[in-house]
């Protein structure tokens, strides 16, 4: 009885977690949405975006999947060999729920692998994107 | 040769203790002069073992059986001379033990693998801030010791040389077999034969006092070698740096760098080896403190040391400084982007130690290919 209750109360918190950070998740792409003026984003573009090759940023990051892999559902490798929890919210449930932190990366990696920053209508279909994988 | 003819000159502690510090110095030679310094452990316990013998031949020098009793068999100048003047004009006698000349040979032996122990030590303490004196010695002071223990190292194997030569001669001008000698301890009796006055040899009194001071000798390194090394601070751990570097990277230990390569780096992050790795300026304020209050500069540890001559035309990567070029430059490049490797930037692939910059050589292993 006490083990089902340790359960039950163990699997709401999860549970809870979980709705908490698809919430954060859903106000952090809301947040691109209202600057980009769009009320949807499409999670094909922001494939596209994933898996473009690249010549206007650093020589050594052509593309996402230059770390990332093409696979989202995959880990990745950092340039010096450090593993890279998988992308896609199904395999990193807390992926994308710190804004800070979300801005943080988008603005660095945008600028390695593109050469300049991402729009706010590029990272919401590149979340959408990777919170369909 | 009839049995009944020989007489005992080696006891069993002389033969043990040649023997054995054969064996010990040549593992010291070997691990030293040949091996790569990812060895320097057997290195040591071999250095630790002649330590251990010599405090053994020295106290049984004092209380051992008549050829091994040092005030016995080492003769003054005069006696020496002697001696060399027998040996031109062809008449010299053979001494059953020690010659005059064989005598000086065993202190010249004796002292310097003494004073290879004392030097050994000083330099692991002032390089490596490990053993007994690591806690005291600075690592200008241990290079400068580990030049003196080289040179007395090929000091030794010239003494080696002239040892086995002396002994070569002495044997054929006597017409003996001295390692069988060294051996089964005992020599055919002669008549004129240089020997030793009688004395009762007192083993256990050897002992004891053997067991006191080597375990006087075992406590005080244990206790000197647990007190904190010299010159290396151990830095607060800062989260900011580890969560922020650590992303991407180890989190390099900050004694790599002098304080100036950390500046400029942190003024670049914009293009951080090929990758945009910028932060906020409350994190890079943060980050940039701290990596300078805990810079090569303040450290006397040796990456601490060999890092910090840096390659002017890449002042920011480790990997270019002439020291980590020169010591990996036998590792092919492929090795460094294999798995699980991947970059020559990712220390911690070989180097256990990494994290904590103390980059000792034994702890180098460089691991087994694995698939990606």
Redesign the interface.
């Known amino acids: 009885m006490k083990k089902t209750l340790t359960i039950a109360i163990a699997a709401a918190a999860l549970f809870g977690a979980a709705v908490a950070a698809n919430g954060q998740r859903d106000g952090i792409v809301a947040g691109y949405a209202a600057q980009a003026g769009v009320s949807s984003f499409s999670a094909d573009a922001g494939r596209t975006l994933f898996l473009s090759q690249n010549t206007g940023g650093?020589?050594?990051?052509p593309s996402c999947s230059t770390c990332h892999t093409t696979d989202p559902t995959a880990a990745g490798?950092?340039?010096?060999?450090?593993p890279i929890e998988p992308m896609a919210v199904s395999r990193t449930p807390e992926r994308f729920t710190d804004p800070d932190k979300v801005e943080?990366w988008f603005?660095?990696?945008c600028?390695?692998v593109l050469g300049r920053e991402c729009t706010p209508e590029e990272k919401g279909n590149f979340l959408t994107f990777m919170i369909s994988q | 040769m009839a049995d009944t003819n020989t007489t005992p000159v080696w006891d069993k502690f002389i033969r043990t203790f040649h023997w054995a510090l054969v064996l010990g110095v040549s593992t010291a030679a070997v691990s030293g002069f040949l091996l790569s310094p990812t060895w320097i452990n057997l290195h040591i316990w071999a250095g630790t073992t002649a330590a251990v013998l010599l405090l053994a031949r020295l106290l049984w020098g004092v209380w051992g059986s008549k050829n091994a009793r040092f005030a016995a068999f080492v003769k003054g100048p005069r006696e020496v001379m002697t001696h060399v003047r027998e040996l031109k004009d062809g008449k010299a006698a053979r001494h059953l033990g020690h010659n005059p000349l064989g005598a000086l040979m065993i202190i010249a032996l004796l002292g310097t693998v003494f004073l290879l122990l004392l030097t050994g030590v000083a330099g692991l303490g002032g390089v490596f801030k490990a053993g007994p004196l690591g806690f005291a010695a600075s690592y200008n002071f241990g290079t400068f010791t580990l030049s003196v223990h080289e040179v007395l190292a090929i000091f030794l194997m010239v003494l080696v040389v002239l040892h086995i030569a002396g002994a070569a001669f002495e044997g054929m001008r006597t017409k003996e077999n001295l390692v069988k000698a060294m051996v089964t301890g005992n020599k055919e009796k002669r008549k004129n034969d240089h020997d030793l006055p009688e004395v009762a040899s007192r083993p256990i009194w050897a002992a004891v006092v053997f067991g006191i001071v080597l375990a006087g000798f075992v406590w005080g390194g244990i206790w000197f070698a647990s007190k904190p090394p010299f010159g290396v601070p151990s830095a607060p751990p800062n989260a900011t740096y580890a969560d922020e570097c650590?992303a991407?990277?180890?989190a390099y230990p900050p004694s790599l760098l002098p304080a100036k390569n950390w500046g400029t780096l942190m003024s670049v992050l914009?293009?951080h080896?090929?990758?945009?790795?910028?932060?906020?300026q409350v994190a890079t304020d943060e980050i940039t403190t701290w990596l300078f209050e805990n810079a090569s500069d303040s450290v006397d540890t040796k990456p601490a040391h060999v890092f910090s001559r840096t390659n002017p035309q890449s002042p920011l990567a480790i990997t270019s400084t002439p020291f980590w070029k020169n010591t990996h430059r036998n590792i092919p490049d492929a090795e460094f982007t294999r798995?699980?490797?991947?970059?020559n930037?990712?220390c911690a692939?070989c180097h256990s130690d990494a994290d904590s910059g103390a980059f000792y050589p034994a702890n180098i292993s460089i691991p087994k290919e694995t698939s990606p």
């Open positions: 650093k020589e050594a990051t490798r950092t340039r010096v060999g450090k943080k603005r660095r990696n600028t390695s | 650590s991407c990277h180890m914009d293009d080896f090929g990758e945009d790795a910028s932060l906020g798995p699980p490797i991947y970059d930037g990712n692939a």
